[in-house]
């Protein structure tokens, strides 16, 4: 077996699913290469022994598309893979375009591009969406809201659902205490949300509620990890939030955290709160795709945009730490069942079986 995997993100969700995959069907005796711009997900697959192909795009479609239908064409007649698998928006356009169902083709959207886009850019994204479903032979969601929401905007072909996955070895629960003593955190009342400082990922939203917090938990501190374009706009001058930026080492702010907050306008299946849960913390998130379905009993899920809401359901966490920790066994549980990175390997690995099967 000869796969591709195409993804123009090189960091975050996206990049760690190639990553798991790819080492996945590596072990399975299967000749895999990863088809993305330079960064960390080329570095990591290099590390693992993964073939790598250099394919520059951009994040966003416009006239530079037409080099990256080119390059992309070339790295696939070099390789020629039995079965391409494209991951996310960019590779999707690209990659139909230049394969056209000649090949067995997998697109996994992790979250619609119509969805973090509106006006003429959105309608757009739903029309391309409609046309490309022609030359995709899988369709892969990483939630039940993400194939709902795609066949609500008139996406038809083969899907299936195949929930993204965390490495429980490597998120684990672990000492608060001594996780704040790494990170040279106080041993105060804390909340961490992980993500890139980008509208969709929503942290002005928990920002604006972070007054209300500090009204009920005056200790209490908020710890933003991540970076991204909306940092300077964002950041203000309240002493109580501190700005990291970016940190590969999540698994020790997720131990250093009482509770851990995804306040997202929009998602597929955010691996953050699966992450968190593997970690034995609480998650109060807003109820975006994918969010009820991973989260379930190990926090709170409130209505996308209830930012009073929010604030009350993270200072109860804050405040009740022994609560908040029972919510995260709960959740440590939960992902061991369904959550486990070797489950949703397994279920691509079979998916890519039958592809291959009946294209031949």
Same mark, same amino acid.
């Given at each position: 077996m000869k796969v591709v995997h195409v993804s123009q993100p090189v960091t975050a969700g996206v990049a760690a699913v190639v990553l798991d995959l790819a080492r996945a069907q590596r072990d399975l005796g299967w000749t895999v290469t990863v088809a993305c711009p330079p960064g960390p997900l080329?570095?990591?697959?290099?590390?693992?022994?993964?073939?790598?192909?250099?394919?520059?795009? #951009?994040?966003?479609?416009?006239?530079?598309? +037409?080099?990256? *239908?080119?390059?992309?064409? %070339?790295?696939?007649?070099?390789? @020629?893979?039995?079965?391409?698998?494209?991951?996310?928006? $960019?590779?999707?356009? *690209?990659?139909? =375009?230049?394969?056209?169902?000649?090949?067995?083709?997998?697109? !996994?959207?992790?979250?619609?591009?119509? !969805?973090?886009?509106?006006?003429?850019?959105?309608?757009?994204?739903?029309?391309?969406?409609? $046309?490309? &479903?022609?030359?995709?032979?899988?369709?892969?969601?990483?939630?039940? @809201?993400?194939?709902?929401?795609?066949?609500?905007?008139?996406?038809?072909?083969?899907?299936?659902v195949v929930c993204n996955g965390v490495d429980i070895d490597r998120f684990r629960p672990d000492d608060r205490a001594a996780a704040r003593r790494r990170l040279g955190l106080p041993d105060v009342p804390t909340a961490v949300c992980v993500g890139r400082l980008v509208p969709y990922k929503g942290q002005d939203q928990l920002l604006a509620a972070w007054p209300s917090?500090?009204? !009920?938990?005056?200790?209490a501190r908020l710890v933003l990890v991540g970076d991204g374009p909306m940092a300077q706009r964002w950041r203000g001058e309240d002493d109580s939030v501190l700005w990291w930026g970016h940190d590969d080492a999540v698994a020790d702010f997720y131990a250093a955290a009482d509770v851990v907050v995804l306040p997202s306008r929009s998602e597929g299946m955010a691996l953050v709160p699966l992450e968190a849960m593997a970690c034995g913390r609480s998650v109060v998130a807003f109820?975006?795709?994918?969010?009820?379905?991973?989260?379930?009993?190990?926090?709170?899920? =409130?209505?996308?945009? @209830?930012?009073?809401? =929010?604030?009350? +359901?993270?200072?109860? %966490?804050? &405040?009740?730490?022994?609560?908040?920790?029972?919510?995260?066994?709960?959740?440590? #549980?939960?992902?061991?069942?369904?959550?486990?990175?070797?489950? *949703?390997? @397994? !279920?691509?690995?079979?998916?890519?079986? $039958?592809l291959l099967v009946g294209a031949r």
């Open positions: 080329a570095e990591r697959a290099r590390d693992l022994g993964v073939d790598v192909r250099t394919w520059h795009a #951009r994040r966003h479609p416009g006239i530079a598309t +037409a080099g990256e *239908v080119v390059r992309l064409r %070339r790295v696939l007649r070099d390789v @020629d893979p039995d079965v391409v698998h494209l991951h996310s928006s $960019k590779a999707g356009l *690209v990659g139909r =375009l230049v394969v056209r169902g000649r090949r067995p083709t997998l697109f !996994q959207p992790h979250m619609w591009s119509f !969805q973090s886009a509106g006006g003429a850019v959105g309608r757009a994204a739903r029309l391309w969406e409609r $046309k490309g &479903a022609r030359w995709t032979h899988q369709l892969v969601c990483v939630s039940d @809201d993400e194939l709902a929401a795609g066949r609500a905007a008139g996406v038809r072909g083969p899907a299936e917090v500090r009204a !009920q938990v005056p200790d109820d975006v795709s994918g969010v009820r379905q991973s989260v379930g009993e190990a926090g709170a899920v =409130l209505a996308a945009g @209830d930012v009073e809401g =929010l604030a009350e +359901a993270v200072a109860v %966490r804050l &405040a009740d730490p022994s609560a908040a920790d029972l919510e995260g066994a709960h959740g440590r #549980r939960r992902v061991e069942l369904l959550f486990d990175r070797r489950q *949703v390997a @397994d !279920q691509i690995a079979t998916l890519v079986d $039958k």
